[in-house]
């Protein structure tokens, strides 16, 4: 995926973009799976958006335990301003779950006021708006899912989101392996499985590889 396709330059066009790109100071990096994007323990204003790969958003609580918050696929934007955490109780990185190309920027390169009062500026804010709309959107689902009482029910509500949130056409895919789905739903692995092969058992759940199946006879 090129720079200017991705979705913070929804609207604009590829000569204003590429324009806006020196303007805001952009830098594309590449990154290797396992490794470390971005830390945001101590302040830092930079926005990231993901080009190419996927990464996850990763918090440590005071005595070390992983959370996964989020999956970030092609599109997806990280940063401070992005990241929920809020307190120095917990740490939160952004990690390559694979290889990766990241485009940053800093924050106030976007939100400073335009000299020339362009409208493809006034694009681009409108365009991050609707992606801090978007994370609170994700963070209600993650809060809904979070606060069912079993492991089943976790599960289940997990998968019916990424069911949903799917493109009509495509299949719906777990975007974590087994570990990091545990990590994610805030449960133990072992349990995690023998949920999932008791599901996969009575028919509720087909896995193949991470792509799934829900029957909806388990309503």
Known sequence: MLPEQ???FSG???SDCRRMMTCFNTEVRKYRSGSRIADFSRSND???IILSGSAVMVRYDINGVRTIVESLG???????FFTFAGTHRSSVEIIADTDCEVMFF???EILKRCENACRCHSMVVENLLMLM?????SLSERIEVLSQRSIEDKLISFLQITEDNT?????????????ALSDYLCVNRSSL??????????????????????SRNNE
């Open 6 to 8: 991705n979705i913070l």
């Open 74 to 80: 092609e599109q997806g934007i990280f940063g401070e």
């Open 167 to 179: 493109p009509p056409g495509n299949t719906p895919q777990i975007p974590f392996s087994t570990t």
């Open 133 to 137: 709309s978007e994370k609170t959107i």
């Open 46 to 48: 930079r926005i990231g």
């Open 106 to 108: 800093r924050r106030e």
């Open 12 to 14: 604009v066009d590829e």
């Open 193 to 214: 499985q023998r949920e999932m092969a008791r599901l996969k058992k009575d028919g509720v759940l087909t896995v193949s590889k991470r792509k799934f199946r829900l």
